[in-house]
Structure formats: structure tokens, C-alpha cells
T-cell receptor
């Protein structure tokens, strides 16, 4: 059974800092891995989707990498801003014909002005 | 483009009552999902649908039912609500089952007393 873990559960950084959020998964046979952002009281917004054949994806100040062999993905945020404060979740799509996307519990990021 | 619309946004319900959470998408996505999000437990899949006319059980299906009469609508029904069903419910959709980007609604906050 796939398990997805995000450590730390919470992170506080000063504005302007570059930071990395971590996501690990137990079964390396995945279709893709997605990163989401969730603001308080809101739904999840997709940030980046990395297919299993890809190593990384970039969107603006965000860069997500995928290392299937080690069961890890990272989300790199450059030059963080207070508006980046949110909870970031990763989710692994199982390649075994499973119908579910397995989510981590998220990292709550606070960027202090 | 509205994306995914959920209703109601919030509801307080007496135990034993029947409740239907509505979900409509305008993206013509084949796959739709219902998740519940609870503090400390993360997102858990309740039911899903690959395409109109088909549904399947997720991780926590007991006490819930769904239907998929057409592509756009995917209602979630609680036949007889219990306090443990107090949660935030999210509807989501994707173009391809477990291989595509996942889009979420804004959520329905349900409190069962």
C-alpha cells in the first residue's frame, strides 16, 4: 500500500528565502506525482504535475523534482513571499491500476514579512 | 470558466437526517472523486467515478453513496448522517483517471450534531 509522507508538518521562513518542501513515497511504481496548494478554508489548487517519465517540472518560482528510485519529490520555492503562505500537499498516483491518488498530510508554510 | 461547483458551502445537520452534497463540473472531465478532509488524517477518498454511469468505492465509503447519471454531476449522499461524518468534503475531477491533473472544488463544510 502506497504511503506518502511530508516532513516537516510546518515550516516558517523569512521573506526572500529559497526553500524546499519534501515529499516521500513508499512505492516507486507511480504514474505521476502532483503538488497542490491549499489556502485556509479553500480547496486544493494544482501547482505542478510530474509524470513518472519526467525528472522535474517548473512553473514560475516553483520547481518540482521527482526521484522514483529514492521515493522522493521536492518542491523548490525561490524568493519566497508572504503570499506563498499556505499548506502544500503532494499526492502520488498509483500505477497498479488503483483508483486512488494517495495524499500526504501537507506542510504548512508561513513566510514572514 | 467555473470549474467545479459544490453546494452547499456549509451545512449543520441533525444526526439521522439525509443529506446530499452537490458537485457539478463544466470541464467535461471523465473522472470525478469525492474526498473528505479531517485534521490529522488528511484527504481520504470516499467514492469515485471513471465515467458517466460507473462508480467505485474509495478508502472510506461506508455511510455514503454516489451516482453519476451524466458527465457533469456527481452528488454525494449521506443516507443517515452521524457525527463522525462531520468533515470538509471536496469534489474533484480529472481528464484522465489517475494520470491527469486534478481539479478541486472549494469544499462543503458539514457539521453533524
Amino acid at each position: 500500500k502506497q504511503e506518502v509522507t511530508q516532513i516537516p508538518a510546518a515550516l516558517s521562513v523569512p521573506e526572500g528565502e529559497n526553500l524546499v518542501l519534501n515529499c516521500s513515497f513508499t512505492d516507486s511504481a507511480i504514474y505521476n506525482l502532483q503538488w497542490f496548494r491549499q489556502d485556509p478554508g479553500k480547496g486544493l489548487t494544482s501547482l505542478l504535475l510530474i509524470q513518472s517519465s519526467q525528472r522535474e517540472q517548473t512553473s514560475g518560482r516553483l520547481n518540482a523534482s521527482l526521484d522514483k528510485s529514492s521515493g522522493r519529490s521536492t518542491l523548490y520555492i525561490a524568493a519566497s513571499q508572504p503570499g506563498d503562505s499556505a499548506t502544500y500537499l503532494c499526492a502520488a498516483a498509483d500505477s497498479g491500476g488503483s483508483e486512488k491518488l494517495v495524499f500526504g498530510k501537507g506542510t504548512k508554510l508561513t513566510v514572514n514579512p | 470558466i467555473a470549474g467545479i461547483t459544490q453546494a452547499p458551502t456549509s451545512q449543520i445537520l441533525a444526526a439521522g437526517r439525509r443529506m446530499t452534497l452537490r458537485c457539478t463540473q463544466d470541464m467535461r472531465h471523465n473522472a470525478m472523486y469525492w474526498y473528505r478532509q479531517d485534521l490529522g488524517l488528511g484527504l481520504r477518498l470516499i467514492h469515485y467515478s471513471n465515467t458517466a454511469g460507473t462508480t467505485g468505492k474509495g478508502e472510506v465509503p461506508d455511510g455514503y453513496s454516489v451516482s453519476r447519471a451524466n458527465t457533469d454531476d456527481f452528488p454525494l449522499t449521506l443516507a443517515s448522517a452521524v457525527p463522525s461524518q462531520t468533515s470538509v468534503y471536496f469534489c474533484a475531477s480529472s481528464g484522465l483517471m489517475n494520470t491527469g491533473e486534478l481539479f478541486f472544488g472549494e469544499g462543503s463544510r458539514l457539521t453533524v450534531l
